[in-house]
């Protein structure tokens, strides 16, 4: 049974995490020229000098178990460009796709010198289909953001800027309680609470860096049902031997793993990407989440 003071150690935790975060994503953003213009869009300035940008599919309706996905929650595409020398620059991101998507991206992608890292699902049995595919290139920022977009026309996904943020609601959702229980604060985007857990070790691709914010964080992100339960997924960013542990610990608290892969093919160390599911009281979930991560190399409080 947790102490008055050991709650509030946590809650200490997680607030000072939660404001480091807030403080590190509040710097100047990184300077690309020619992106922005390419992509029609802002960037977001993002802790390790990276610059990500945003492709939320509002034109899908996606359902999974019942649950119509929203785009913060499941279907937000995303590409981060970090510079890494005198006009070169790397850029990895994630596309959300329809099943007949899949083929035109990736040939407008693939012409344009943008590699393929991974194509494939994230959840379970949602309608319709969604794929995710996962790519990087390296060279001329504003190059890659062309051939991204050409790519990105030759799917539905909306190109015009987005609208501004639906305001943030922790309506039935017990955000200070998952805080609590998983030992680390995460953030509202509109009604879905989102969760980033960077990993210990630095992680390279190429021998380049790759900060956590460009994909390579456990992402937990709850998305609320209704009677203080959510709807959760995401991904834990594994090496090899925490797979079973985590697969296990998951599994002990009714989180169910819905598909293991690589989203990169270059990095060191070596990394394994889990996705997960499950509808249930969203504090007992983030039991079952801090649990799961303390098989794994996470920086989390304690």
């Excluded at 456990?218 to 209704?226: C, D, E, K, L, V």
């Excluded at 594994?238 to 989203?263: D, K």
């Amino acid at each position: 049974m947790l102490t008055h003071r050991s709650t509030f150690r946590m809650l200490a935790v997680a607030s000072f995490v939660s404001a480091g975060w807030r403080a590190a994503g509040a710097q100047a953003a990184p300077s690309f020229p020619g992106v922005e213009e390419a992509l029609g869009r802002k960037g977001a300035a993002q802790p390790g000098e990276v610059l990500k940008f945003s492709f939320p599919r509002s034109d899908l309706s996606v359902s999974a178990d019942g649950v119509a996905l929203k785009p913060a929650f499941a279907l937000g595409s995303w590409a981060a460009f970090r510079q890494i020398g005198k006009g070169e620059s790397m850029a990895m991101g994630d596309l959300v796709l329809t099943e007949d998507e899949v083929g035109p991206v990736m040939k407008a992608l693939q012409a344009g010198g943008i590699e393929q890292t991974a194509v494939h699902n994230h959840v379970l049995h949602e309608t319709p289909r969604v794929m995710y595919m996962h790519f990087s290139a390296h060279g001329d920022a504003a190059k890659i953001a062309q051939t991204l977009r050409a790519a990105l026309s030759a799917s539905k996904t909306p190109m015009e800027a987005p609208g501004a943020p639906a305001a943030a609601s922790a309506t039935d959702l017990d955000t200070a309680g998952i805080a609590r229980e998983l030992g680390i604060a995460g953030k509202l985007n509109g009604v879905v609470y989102q969760v980033s857990v960077p990993r210990r070790e630095r992680i390279t691709d190429m021998g380049h860096e790759v900060p956590p914010s460009m994909g390579v964080a456990t992402a937990i992100n709850f998305q609320p049902t209704g009677g203080g339960k959510a709807a959760v997924t995401g991904d834990f960013v594994m090496r090899a031997s925490e797979v079973n542990r985590v697969i296990r610990a998951l599994q002990a608290h009714g989180i169910t793993p819905t598909a293991l892969h690589s989203h990169m093919l270059m990095e060191e160390p070596r990394l394994f990407f889990m996705h997960f599911w499950a509808n249930d009281d969203a504090v007992t979930l983030a039991k079952g989440f801090r649990a799961a991560l303390n098989e794994t190399a996470s920086k989390l409080g304690t």
